[in-house]
């Protein structure tokens, strides 16, 4: 298993790298995840290709090709690139925060509700796609208890309440959490959660999901180069 970042080519490492890049035979999502976010980046701040070769000091055919998905540049040429737009690496691999961050207005989002609204949840991260971490705002109305969902083995749960007490029941083991208490537990075992007093339970909740290989390496067709770095 590769990380994204062991995923961007050494060009000293490859014979058929040609000035800093490598050639690819099929366009895969990690090519065009990096020119996606270089196109975008680059339009956001009204530079011609031109512009940002100026910039950069890299040609701006390599720039052309690095949006159209033709090739994956370098850690060293992805380094020069992100330092003329004034952003990390990592802004290339992100399928959102573009800028580094994302505004979530709270009267925008998403709430799910059950129990007949005793029950409340809300995402307090971008869940248009899968996370590695998933961070949560729960709501429970007094006296409730709420059955939580049983998540993938090896997801872990870390909960800690803010307002209200909790109890928490895991492993058929009971515990207690007062305002500002945490706990951390395994999210792939039955878990129930109870709200045991008279007023509405707040708590914030961070799950860490199992471990996966990185989605375009997942979602890039069968004996392509990118399914075969992935191995």
């Not at 020069?80 to 505004?103: D, P």
Request: include cysteine.
């Amino acid at each position: 298993m590769h990380s994204p970042l062991a995923l961007v080519r050494d060009p000293d490492t490859d014979e058929a790298a040609v000035d800093g890049y490598v050639a690819s035979d099929t366009v895969d999502a990690l090519e065009q995840l990096v020119g996606v976010n270089l196109a975008r980046l680059r339009a956001e701040r009204q530079l011609s290709l031109d512009a940002l070769s100026r910039l950069s000091g890299v040609s701006r055919a390599m720039l052309a090709q690095i949006e159209s998905a033709r090739s994956v540049p370098s850690i060293k040429v992805l380094c020069k690139i992100a330092g003329a737009l004034k952003v990390s690496v990592s802004a290339f691999l992100r399928r959102h925060a573009l800028h580094g961050f994302e505004h979530l207005p709270a009267e925008r989002a998403a709430r799910l509700l059950t129990s007949n609204g005793r029950f409340a949840t809300r995402a307090l991260y971008p869940d248009a796609e899968p996370a590695a971490a998933e961070f949560h705002e729960l709501r429970i109305a007094p006296l409730h208890t709420e059955q939580g969902a049983r998540r993938l083995p090896g997801t872990t749960a870390n909960l800690v309440v803010s307002e209200g007490t909790l109890e928490i029941i895991v492993h058929g083991r009971r515990q207690l959490l007062a305002t500002g208490d945490a706990i951390m537990f395994d999210a792939d075992q039955p878990h129930t959660l109870r709200n045991p007093g008279d007023t509405e339970a707040r708590a914030f909740r961070v799950i860490v999901n199992p471990e996966t290989p990185p989605r375009w390496a997942l979602a890039a067709p069968a004996g392509s180069a990118a399914a075969v770095r992935s191995q």
